[in-house]
């Protein structure tokens, strides 16, 4: 089992910036792919970003191209969103997730059906 644990989340204004952190911890012998998602009360949960295992590949929603960034330290366990330029549409509850059991080192998971474990969310408000 792997858990993830998000942080970073916060009010800050339009235009501001944030950095989420995702640590794993648990059965990490591997690193995973992992992702971004991010949930509103009046939506489902839309893909942001996400990585390979390696790190060698990202993909991003279109919403978010350019502004926002994923990373990872394999080292430290822990996976990174730095989010610039932030808007008020981006205000939403953001979850990391990791693709556990086999996977593809080559290949960036976008959909959330592909992801086996979540973290518990961390809220990102972004004031106009």
């Known amino acids: 089992q792997v858990q993830l644990v998000e942080s970073g989340g916060a009010l800050v204004q339009t235009g501001g910036s944030l950095r989420l952190s995702c640590a794993a911890s648990g059965r990490t012998s591997s690193a995973y792919p992992m992702g971004w998602f991010r949930q509103t009360p009046q939506k489902e949960r839309d893909f942001v970003a996400a990585?390979?295992?390696?790190?060698?590949?990202?993909r991003y929603a279109d919403s978010v191209k350019g502004r926002f960034t994923i990373s990872r330290d394999n080292a430290k366990l822990t996976a990174y969103l730095q989010m610039n330029s932030l808007k008020p549409e981006d205000t939403a509850v953001y979850y990391c997730?990791?693709?556990?059991?086999?996977?593809?080192?080559?290949?960036?998971?976008?959909?959330?059906?592909?992801?086996?474990?979540w973290g518990q969310g961390t809220q990102v408000t972004v004031s106009s």
């Open positions: 990585i390979t295992s390696t790190g060698a590949s990202t």
């Open positions: 997730a990791a693709v556990g059991g086999s996977f593809n080192n080559h290949y960036v998971y976008l959909k959330e059906r592909e992801y086996n474990y």
